[in-house]
């Protein structure tokens, strides 16, 4: 069976696209553009430059909608799992979560699940970019994992909400 997936494992590299594909097609573009400009008046030479540009684009898009798809699968998962674990007065409000929420609850225990919940919905906590950046896949939700799990600082952490700052606009449901 597979490793159960926690903060500390929930990001790997695909070794065939992080160090074959996007290098090879990187390295392609760069031959191409320097190829041009040496010969520039030769046959089809743009058109081998927009191929090669194609190519890498094509890789880097084919690379976001599966993290895209993965993205709503796991909300949807979380939907699932907050509509059985949450009390009954908020149950039919996890809708109203956005997916990055959602995708930030996935690591709290079920204990923590519901609190956190309420204060999401309450307005008293928001997902917010934190400034390490990243792609805003997942983060650190509760506080189960240590410090020394981290490999890199999580995309996404939980916020107290100013009183003074207004909510960010209307939350939409996946």
């Given at each position: 069976?597979?490793?159960?997936?926690?903060?500390?494992?929930?990001?790997?590299?695909?070794?065939?696209?992080?160090?074959?594909?996007?290098?090879?097609?990187?390295?392609?573009?760069?031959?191409?553009?320097?190829?041009?400009?040496?010969?520039?008046?030769?046959?089809?030479?743009?058109?081998?430059?927009?191929?090669?540009?194609?190519?890498?684009?094509?890789?880097?898009?084919?690379?976001?909608?599966?993290?895209?798809?993965?993205?709503?699968?796991?909300?949807?998962?979380?939907?699932?799992?907050?509509?059985?674990?949450?009390?009954?007065?908020?149950?039919?409000?996890?809708?109203?979560?956005?997916?990055?929420?959602?995708?930030?609850?996935?690591?709290?225990?079920?204990?923590?699940?519901?609190?956190?919940?309420?204060?999401?919905?309450?307005?008293?906590?928001?997902?917010?970019?934190t400034s390490s950046g990243g792609s805003g896949r997942g983060g650190q939700t509760c506080g189960r994992a240590r410090d020394s799990e981290r490999r890199r600082?999580?995309?996404?952490?939980?916020?107290?909400?100013?009183?003074?700052?207004?909510?960010a606009g209307p939350r939409r449901s996946i």
């Amino acid at each position: 069976m597979a490793e159960p997936q926690t903060h500390s494992t929930h990001r790997r590299y695909y070794w065939p696209f992080h160090f074959v594909v996007l290098p090879v097609l990187t390295l392609n573009v760069i031959a191409r553009i320097v190829y041009a400009f040496r010969h520039a008046g030769a046959r089809m030479v743009w058109w081998d430059l927009l191929i090669a540009g194609t190519l890498l684009l094509f890789a880097f898009t084919a690379r976001t909608m599966a993290l895209r798809v993965q993205d709503r699968v796991i909300a949807f998962e979380e939907v699932v799992r907050l509509t059985s674990t949450v009390g009954d007065d908020i149950r039919h409000r996890v809708h109203e979560l956005s997916a990055s929420e959602l995708i930030a609850l996935r690591f709290c225990d079920n204990a923590e699940v519901d609190e956190l919940t309420r204060a999401i919905l309450g307005g008293e906590l928001r997902a917010a970019r934190t400034s390490s950046g990243g792609s805003g896949r997942g983060g650190q939700t509760c506080g189960r994992a240590r410090d020394s799990e981290r490999r890199r600082p999580p995309a996404f952490a939980w916020r107290r909400q100013d009183a003074a700052r207004p909510a960010a606009g209307p939350r939409r449901s996946i």
